[in-house]
């Protein structure tokens, strides 16, 4: 197989350059180690940020965004025993942004790449980049037990922080600077409507957050140690620890319930560079990683 560029990777960023690249004439491949289903199934971040939204404005990817997501003007900061403070971004930047699931984003995609005739190759196993030092570089992998190999011109590794992307660039040529907190981020997602704000809460406990993806499922969050387990967490103790953190009149208004995902999220702060070497370039985060209690969403 011959094409301009190869991606690696099928989740957001991957599916998104090549939707971008063949609005511009770029043929284009993306190899995704694996199944759709597995990449549709995944709970990541929620929050998209003003000029990510207007990309997929730009590029016929935000109808379902601007039907089903909520525009917000900011973030509300809660600590104990001080008053609360609003960071109102639209007021100082004249923006707004948008909570709109990531799980949705990459199903927009995965249906525009079907649409548009995308090649996107699901399953593909055992993903390995060559010469990536030369003009000629190629990719091999493996679908249903046949080698298969990508020859082109450049190589895009968007295949997070554990793809073969990054580790493909010489350790001699490549630099990491890496920050890891010392304690976790547990969240869950509920069937219950979300709260108006995004809401950081800071409390002597710890830190819990109050986010959404869409208007019947909310995504709550506290910080727990990084000993702790998903299963050392009932639902009662997350909605007790949950609650304690929030001041009183806005805890009264969180409609509890069961959850139906619950995950701890190490925290870490990751970069490397350079993100370019030769006919490879680095995005998302094969190139860096910020902590989700950064909030930066897309």
Request: glycine share 10%; with cysteine; proline share 6%.
């Amino acid at each position: 197989m011959k094409t301009q560029v190869c991606i690696i990777g099928g989740g957001p960023s991957g599916l998104l350059l090549s939707h971008i690249l063949d609005a511009n004439g770029v043929d284009n491949v993306v190899l995704e180690r694996q199944s759709k289903n597995y990449v549709l199934g995944r709970i990541r971040a929620g929050v998209l940020e003003a000029g990510a939204a207007q990309l997929l404005r730009d590029y016929g990817l935000g109808e379902r965004m601007d039907r089903e997501g909520k525009a917000k003007n900011g973030t509300m900061i809660l600590w104990q025993d001080r008053p609360d403070f609003f960071i109102d971004v639209k007021r100082w930047t004249g923006q707004q942004m948008m909570a709109y699931g990531q799980t949705y984003i990459t199903e927009d995609l995965y249906a525009a790449r079907e649409r548009d005739g995308g090649a996107v190759v699901c399953d593909a196993k055992d993903v390995a980049l060559h010469d990536i030092e030369t003009d000629a570089p190629h990719v091999t992998y493996h679908k249903d037990g046949q080698g298969n190999r990508v020859d082109c011109r450049f190589i895009a590794g968007c295949d997070g922080f554990h793809g073969p992307s990054r580790q493909a660039i010489p350790a001699a040529h490549r630099q990491e600077y890496e920050r890891t907190y010392p304690f976790g981020w547990l969240g869950i997602m509920v069937e219950r409507p979300p709260l108006d704000d995004f809401i950081y809460a800071y409390h002597e406990d710890g830190m819990a957050m109050a986010a959404q993806r869409n208007p019947m499922l909310s995504r709550y969050y506290i910080q727990v140690p990084l000993t702790d387990t998903p299963e050392d967490w009932s639902d009662d103790r997350f909605w007790e620890a949950l609650l304690r953190r929030f001041p009183v009149d806005v805890a009264k208004t969180i409609q509890t319930g069961p959850s139906i995902e619950k995950s701890i999220a190490p925290l870490r702060s990751f970069v490397s560079e350079p993100m370019p070497h030769g006919s490879q370039f680095l995005a998302g985060d094969a190139g860096h990683i910020v902590p989700p209690t950064g909030a930066k969403g897309l």
